[in-house]
């Protein structure tokens, strides 16, 4: 009764345990950590870990920048180029670095965003202040310097075209510091430095005015200059033109934007020239340009680029199992593509790939996931392009990951290869053995001569041992427990043996005599 | 006979097992905050000491009321303003809103505004596991340089005593990245207005929050933690049973006695033998 009570009920208790296991089967919990995130709070030892110190570095880079500004302009206004020449270095890592977190902690959204836009504009404005203030001196130098009334009409040119664009210059650096600071005083930031830089930077420009006496100023050119329309935005083609009084059909009119050369235009018949100017990479705001037809200069004409937003698109294919296609178009609102322009690809993680777009405004790349869902999108941050930054939509890929590994397939199944082989080759060797068991000792069969007067009692054990292990055809491989198995009509020599061998046991004289006996066939008469 | 012996020490000890099991299963729960959830989410390895009735709490000690869900009475709040006023500290942590009451009742003008706090100020991929940093020279923050905090609510009013970096900002859309409206500014997590603390953050106290910043729990201890107003009481019935029965005297010698009848039987029925 008691019997039977125990089986009901350590059957009762089994059923009762798979009942409970199986109502919990369907439960995430046994096979995944999934609760680990409510409303409230999130488990920590589950949440991926990322590298810190990247944000605590926004801040203190912020104030940094505002502070090179103060030094470089400043260094600028004190004419010391040296100086000024590593302070824009520093400017610039400083910027480079700031640039790199902007994207990295992907606040490019906010008023941070904006910070950057200005530093960016500001840099710009700075290196062009120093760049257009050296010239100014070499112009101010060659002005003693020359006598050629041609000659001085060109410097009177470019000092004119320099004072115009220092003058613009500092018109857009004043016109962000409103926003700037106000972005500064949000992040505590000591705005005093990029203050004192716009203070210097007017100076600079003052100055510059005040020179423009001294050249009389531009004398009226025969060569006439326009830019029309005034305004446009990226993509737009702005006519750069006029007319040259005097000049022969066939001149060559030399066109420059910022100083820099922006084309050629051929003196038409009727005496005026067209050079279509494409607005492609180039800040947005103010521009300078001016003619040259040999020694004769035009005058300056400005004109203004504005900013567009752009759009950009993002799709994904899978290329292989680790590898995804990431494709998309960046253009302006008008479809029009933006050509040459580099594009970021962000994956979940902030890992950043680059692409470039080509002449269609399509940009093409392939990066490597890890397997899983990723989501990612493109980003363009149109630095140096009159256009909004922009982003696509985020959008969600599944990475198969690599597959699985031959590897332990192969050594699964060398492994297996030479297990078979080791038992192939062993078989053999048994078998003759295991057939010769029970040994049949041929009467005829002549003894092996062994002599063992004189030795320790142990060693000759030993030598009998391997006398009657030779005289049965038992491989030497073979322990004495093995010969007993093998030859079991001599298990008593082997069992003593093995005593004496193992346990350290000495036979007597006696005992030697019967196993010498023994393993000289005594046992059949040889004794 | 010795076979039957066996077999009934195997039953008798399948069953211990089995009755152990079934104990530690029916003695946790899974909700959150709770003193018998032994999870991440849970508290029961806050050392503090519960208590479930207001009155008369020790002058000078610490009460802990965290993530309350259930309303004072006025006479509860009655009993708050005493122990406030002979001297001892309360500590809410909240960060749903539900202390605020409370706090209107006690006359404070420290206000948790719930929301969807998150910082770039972080070393985890969540936004919302971010740090705080104390600023003054509170007690309860002595020593303490950095709080990882898990997804808190801002602190209004008060003397502020745990701040957020500047880039942290409302993640109204909950996308995990500032855009559209939302703007980087500092938060306040925690203050005070004087022995009255108020800390946006009540998963701090959870088990899986313990090992992140053990320096801020044991400035709190030694604590005593309200258990009839905060989620930490939250049980089920099976535990509120047990519960009930360690506190009453009667029905705990009541138990003791059922569980001496068995053995009573037993050596009752071998004195008859």
Same mark, same amino acid.
């Given at each position: 009764?008691?019997?039977?009570?125990?089986?009901?009920?350590?059957?009762?208790?089994?059923?009762?345990?798979?009942?409970?296991?199986?109502?919990?089967?369907?439960?995430?919990?046994?096979?995944?950590?999934?609760?680990?995130?409510?409303?409230?709070?999130?488990?920590?030892?589950?949440?991926?870990?990322?590298?810190?110190?990247?944000?605590?570095?926004?801040?203190?880079?912020?104030?940094?920048?505002?502070?090179?500004?103060?030094?470089?302009?400043?260094?600028?206004?004190?004419?010391?180029?040296?100086?000024?020449?590593?302070?824009?270095?520093?400017?610039?890592?400083?910027?480079?670095?700031?640039?790199?977190?902007?994207?990295?902690?992907?606040?490019?959204?906010?008023?941070?965003?904006?910070?950057?836009?200005?530093?960016?504009?500001?840099?710009e404005a700075l290196e062009a202040l120093l760049n257009d203030t050296r010239r100014f001196e070499d112009l101010k130098r060659l002005e003693i310097e020359v006598q050629d009334g041609e000659q001085r009409m060109a410097i009177a040119y470019e000092g004119e075209a320099l004072r115009q664009k220092m003058r613009e210059g500092f018109s857009a650096y004043a016109k962000r510091e409103p926003a700037t600071t106000r972005i500064a005083e949000h992040y505590d930031l000591n705005t005093t430095p990029y203050q004192q830089s716009v203070e210097h930077f007017a100076e600079v420009a003052d100055a510059a005015d005040d020179w423009r006496p001294a050249t009389g100023g531009t004398a009226a050119s025969p060569l006439a200059i326009a830019v029309t329309p005034a305004e446009g935005r990226y993509g737009d083609t702005l006519r750069i033109g006029g007319r040259y009084a005097g000049g022969v059909p066939g001149t060559r009119i030399e066109v420059y934007v910022d100083s820099r050369a922006a084309g050629a235009a051929t003196l038409d018949a009727d005496g005026t020239y067209n050079h279509p100017y494409r607005i492609g990479r180039i800040v947005a705001g103010p521009h300078l340009a001016y003619a040259t037809a040999g020694g004769i200069y035009s005058e300056v004409a400005t004109f203004e680029v504005l900013t567009q937003n752009t759009t950009i698109t993002l799709a994904l294919a899978e290329v292989n199992r680790t590898a995804v296609a990431c494709t998309g178009n960046l253009t302006i609102g008008d479809g029009l593509p933006v050509a040459g322009a580099p594009v970021l690809i962000r994956t979940d993680d902030g890992t950043l790939a680059a692409a470039e777009t080509d002449e269609n405004g399509t940009y093409r790349t392939e990066i490597v996931l890890p397997g899983g869902e990723h989501t990612l999108r493109a980003e363009f941050h149109a630095a140096g392009y009159p256009l909004n930054a922009s982003e696509s939509p985020a959008e969600t890929v599944r990475v198969r990951g690599e597959g699985l590994s031959p590897l332990p397939f192969v050594a699964a199944f060398a492994a297996a290869a030479a297990t078979g082989w080791y038992l192939r080759r062993r078989r053999p060797e048994e078998e003759p053995v295991a057939k010769a068991a029970p040994v049949p000792e041929s009467p005829g069969e002549t003894p092996p001569q062994v002599e063992i007067a004189g030795l320790p009692p142990r060693e000759a054990a030993t030598v009998l041992f391997r006398a009657l292990r030779t005289r049965l055809g038992i491989p030497e491989t073979k322990t004495p427990r093995d010969c007993a198995r093998i030859a079991p009509a001599h298990a008593g020599f082997f069992e003593r043996y093995e005593r004496i061998r193992y346990a350290g046991e000495t036979p007597t004289d006696e005992e030697l005599r019967a196993m010498e006996a023994e393993a000289l066939g005594g046992g059949e008469g040889a004794a | 006979m010795a076979k039957v012996r066996r077999e009934a020490w195997a039953v008798l000890l399948i069953l211990l097992l089995a009755g152990g099991a079934v104990y530690a299963h029916a003695t946790t729960t899974t909700e959150e905050f709770s003193r018998y959830n032994v999870g991440w989410n849970g508290t029961s390895n806050l050392a503090?000491?519960?208590?479930?009735?207001?009155?008369?709490? %020790? %002058?000078?000690?610490?009460?802990?009321?965290?993530?309350?869900?259930?309303?004072?009475?006025?006479?509860?709040?009655?009993?708050?303003?005493?122990?406030?006023?002979?001297?001892?500290?309360?500590?809410?942590?909240?960060?749903?809103?539900?202390?605020?009451?409370?706090?209107?009742?006690?006359?404070?003008?420290?206000?948790?505004?719930?929301?969807?706090?998150?910082?770039?100020?972080?070393?985890?991929?969540?936004?919302?596991?971010?740090?705080?940093? %104390?600023?003054g020279n509170a007690t309860i923050f002595s020593g303490v340089e950095t709080v990882l905090l898990n997804r808190p609510a801002a602190v209004t009013g008060g003397e502020p005593l745990l701040e957020t970096s500047i880039l942290t900002w409302d993640d109204a859309d909950g996308d995990g990245r500032i855009g559209g409206s939302e703007t980087f500014g500092t938060a306040v997590v925690c203050a005070r207005e004087g022995n009255l603390t108020v800390l946006g953050d009540a998963s701090l106290f959870v088990n899986a929050m313990l090992a992140g910043n053990p320096k801020f729990i044991e400035n709190i201890r030694p604590v005593l933690i309200d258990a009839a107003h905060s989620r930490t009481g939250t049980a089920n019935p099976l535990i509120n049973a047990i519960t009930w029965v360690r506190e009453t005297p009667a029905a705990a010698a009541a138990f003791a006695a059922l569980a001496a009848l068995p053995v009573a039987w037993r050596f009752g029925r071998k004195i008859d033998d």
């Open positions: 009764m008691n019997r039977l009570a125990s089986h009901a009920i350590l059957a009762a208790a089994a059923v009762l345990v798979l009942a409970l296991l199986g109502g919990e089967a369907a439960s995430p919990v046994l096979y995944t950590a999934e609760n680990t995130s409510t409303a409230a709070h999130a488990d920590p030892a589950t949440i991926q870990k990322r590298s810190p110190g990247d944000a605590d570095a926004l801040v203190p880079l912020m104030d940094d920048l505002l502070g090179q500004t103060g030094t470089l302009a400043l260094t600028i206004k004190l004419r010391d180029y040296e100086s000024a020449e590593r302070d824009l270095a520093r400017y610039s890592e400083l910027s480079r670095q700031f640039d790199r977190l902007v994207v990295t902690l992907d606040v490019s959204g906010t008023d941070i965003g904006e910070f950057q836009q200005n530093n960016r504009k500001n840099q | 503090v000491e519960e208590v479930r009735d207001l009155r008369g709490l %020790p %002058p000078g000690a610490t009460l802990l009321i965290l993530a309350p869900d259930v309303a004072f009475t006025a006479e509860e709040v009655g009993y708050l303003r005493a122990f406030l006023e002979s001297g001892g500290r309360v500590l809410i942590a909240d960060e749903e809103g539900n202390a605020n009451r409370l706090l209107a009742d006690l006359g404070s003008t420290m206000r948790v505004r719930p929301g969807n706090l998150a910082s770039l100020e972080r070393d985890h991929v969540d936004p919302g596991l971010f740090t705080g940093y %104390p600023v």
